[in-house]
Structure formats: structure tokens, C-alpha cells
């Protein structure tokens, strides 16, 4: 049985948006394109959401209790 937590669903369209600004950045500090898996956007992406995912998680949970 697969079980999923409300507020996971509610943070991943924010770690996307994460993922994807990332991915332009250093495709324009590189300027070429660069892929999703590439080791320094998963590294900085990984950076962000040490940093700041207490506070998506607390705005998720608002979310939550809002709705």
C-alpha cells in the first residue's frame, strides 16, 4: 500500500521551481544547456533545500491548515 504525506505533495511545486531555476542559472553561467541530473545543479539544489526547507515545510503546513 502506498501512502503519501500531504505535505511532500504540497512542497513539490516549489522544489521544481527550485530545480528549474537552477538548471537556467547555470545553463546561462555555462552558456549552454544543462541537464536536470547535472552534479552541480543537484548539488545547489540540494544547498537550497537544506537551507530553506524548514521554511517551506512551515508555509506548506500553513497552506494546509488554510485550505
Known amino acids: 500500500m ?3 504525506d500531504p ?3 504540497c512542497e513539490l ?3 521544481r521551481k527550485i530545480l528549474n531555476d ?3 542559472l547555470e545553463g546561462e553561467r555555462r ?3 544543462v541537464r536536470p541530473d547535472d552534479p552541480v545543479v543537484l548539488a ?3 544547498d537550497i533545500l537544506l ?3 524548514a521554511g517551506l515545510r512551515e508555509r ?6 488554510a485550505a
Open 44 to 46: 545547489r539544489v540540494c
Open 60 to 65: 506548506a503546513l500553513r497552506n494546509l491548515r
Open 13 to 15: 511545486p516549489w522544489v
Open 31 to 33: 552558456h549552454q544547456p
Open 2 to 4: 502506498k501512502t503519501y
Open 7 to 9: 505535505v511532500v505533495m
Open 51 to 53: 537551507h530553506e526547507g
Open 22 to 24: 537552477e538548471i537556467w
